[in-house]
T-cell receptor, first 112, second 109 residues
Framework: IAGITQAPTSQILAAGRRMTLRCTQDMRHNAMYWYRQDLGLGLRLIHYSNTAGTTGKGEVPDGYSVSRANTDDFPLTLASAVPSQTSVYFC???????????FGPGTRLTVL | GQNIDQPTEMTATEGAIVQINCTYQTSGFNGLFWYQQHAGEAPTFLSYNVLDGLEEKGRFSSFLSRSKGYSYLLLKELQMKDSASYLCAGMDSNYQLIWGAGTKLIIKP
């Protein structure tokens, strides 16, 4: 059982390029989340999805988009990357929005 | 606004007890979570409190006072592997987690 996986593990990206971070879970969880984690700051929610087919904006959604075509996958797209998007990105899932969240291993993204 | 406050760093000795405090302000309240995060790894769930009082889980316990907007995580019989960051998160009325910046716990032999 893999749980929740993310790809790539790390990426260096030129500013202005488009990038999609992948997230897949095999726990049949309804809710999924994307966070970014920056030094000295708490995890910040970018986008979330409470169930397949629906998405919502979190605290810091600008410059990012998501889709939730099915239960398992929740990709995060940076349409035109900027250096301020350099961060560690974590995908998470939970059975329902009220329950504890399980995190993927993270993607370390550097935008130059 | 919504806010979670916790100390940036704490140091403790192997075998001892340490208490990590957290104060929270959220729009509505649906519980308080504690997560552990080792350096370079993902956060992992430790505990959840929604009612006042102490929840004990092995060497780890978590306490909540809703009237004071306060929680603490108590770690007993500290081991070197407990060196990690401990993240406090409050769940707001929209069931979204508001995260603290984390407390880095350093364990010395």
């Amino acid at each position: 059982i893999a749980g929740i996986t993310q790809a790539p593990t790390s990426q260096i990206l030129a500013a202005g390029r488009r990038m999609t971070l992948r997230c897949t879970q095999d726990m049949r969880h309804n809710a999924m989340y994307w966070y970014r984690q920056d030094l000295g700051l708490g995890l910040r929610l970018i986008h979330y999805s409470n169930t397949a087919g629906t998405t919502g904006k979190g605290e810091v959604p600008d410059g990012y988009s998501v889709s939730r075509a099915n239960t398992d996958d929740f990709p995060l797209t940076l349409a035109s990357a900027v250096p301020s998007q350099t961060s560690v990105y974590f995908c998470a899932s939970s059975d329902t929005a009220q329950n504890e969240q399980f995190f993927g291993p993270g993607t370390r993204l550097t935008v130059l | 606004g919504q806010n979670i406050d916790q100390p940036t760093e704490m140091t403790a000795t192997e075998g001892a007890i340490v208490q990590i405090n957290c104060t929270y302000q959220t729009s509505g309240f649906n519980g308080l979570f504690w997560y552990q995060q080792h350096a370079g790894e993902a956060p992992t769930f430790l505990s959840y409190n929604v009612l006042d009082g102490l929840e004990e889980k092995g060497r780890f316990s978590s306490f909540l006072s809703r009237s004071k907007g306060y929680s603490y995580l108590l770690l007993k019989e500290l081991q070197m592997k407990d060196s990690a960051s401990y993240l406090c998160a409050g769940m707001d009325s929209n069931y979204q987690l508001i995260w603290g910046a984390g407390t880095k716990l350093i364990i010395k032999p």
